[in-house]
């Protein structure tokens, strides 16, 4: 099932996507799914990010090719960093460019949502805890990163966290899972999941040894290889095998 989160007609609300419509929801699907019956049609909505969450956990160099890419060796932990919640937004927003950045560079990542609170689950409970899956943009200023030596302020900037379209609560090739970035519909990132360091069995339960983790919370699994800069006016898309795609400008 895709689930998506909307403005219709100034209220908030969330629904299932089936091709061109929207069945909407009484209730947020994080309690139960529930419909109340009002159909729409897709393009009568406005796309939200499909979940406010509390934090966004990333995943640093999870993809072997990326970790290769920066000279840097696998590591034998996870290295993880949070985006703030006011970083996120939803399919169609705009990257806002800061005027005190060189370099801003976009991040496809498939991106998991948390179902029900968890804190130091076991690798072999930790999927039940997983809501679905969606696309994420880490968006990065890239200049910041190396001079601050670490990473709160490059991936922290307003409108840093472009997250959707979509949650799809039941991907089907997790563990073989095509990740694309386009810029301005030119394929720069084309990874695969198979390319992981750590498992996402092993990143919920890790993280969730670390923090307690809420529903709606999210965790950014990492970036393949391909990185690199945007520029103001450019259109950047994270595709996501299963789930669709996340399309952003940059202002
Ligand atoms: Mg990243």
């Given at each position: 099932m895709k689930i998506i989160r909307f403005k219709y007609q100034k209220k908030i609300s969330w629904g299932e996507l089936r091709k061109n419509d929207v069945y909407c929801f009484s209730m947020s699907p994080f309690k139960s799914i529930n419909y109340s019956g009002l159909k729409l049609k897709q393009v009568d909505v406005q796309f939200l990010a499909p979940v406010n969450p509390s934090k966004v956990v990333c995943v640093g160099l999870n993809y072997r090719g990326h970790a290769r890419e920066l000279g840097m060796a696998d590591?034998?932990?996870?290295?993880?960093?949070?985006?703030?919640?006011?970083?996120?937004?939803?399919?169609?927003?705009?990257?806002?460019?800061?005027?005190?950045?060189?370099?801003?560079?976009?991040?496809?990542?498939?991106?998991?949502?948390?179902?029900?609170?968890?804190?130091?689950?076991?690798?072999?409970?930790?999927?039940?805890?997983?809501?679905g899956y969606t696309g994420l943009n880490d968006v990065t200023a890239r200049c910041i990163q190396s001079r601050d030596g670490q990473w709160t302020r490059a991936k922290s900037f307003d409108t840093f966290c472009p997250i959707g379209p979509c949650i799809e609560t039941n991907l089907k090739k997790i563990t073989n899972c095509r990740i694309k970035l386009y810029l301005n519909s030119r394929l720069k990132q084309d990874?695969?999941?198979?390319?992981?360091?750590?498992?996402?069995?092993?990143?919920?339960?890790?993280?969730?040894?670390?923090?307690?983790?809420?529903?709606?919370?999210?965790?950014?699994?990492?970036?393949?290889?391909?990185?690199?800069?945007?520029?103001?006016?450019?259109t950047v898309e994270v595709s996501i095998e299963g789930i669709g795609r996340l399309k952003n400008t940059v202002v």
């Open positions: 590591f034998s932990e996870p290295v993880i960093f949070l985006k703030p919640q006011s970083s996120v937004i939803g399919p169609g927003a705009v990257i806002k460019y800061p005027s005190s950045v060189s370099r801003l560079d976009y991040e496809a990542e498939l991106a998991l949502v948390i179902g029900k609170t968890c804190s130091a689950v076991s690798e072999e409970a930790a999927l039940e805890h997983i809501f990874g695969c999941t198979s390319d992981f360091v750590f498992a996402i069995r092993y990143l919920v339960s890790f993280i969730s040894r670390v923090m307690t983790l809420y529903p709606g919370d999210i965790i950014s699994t990492g970036t393949p290889q391909g990185v690199g800069p945007m520029q103001r006016g450019d």
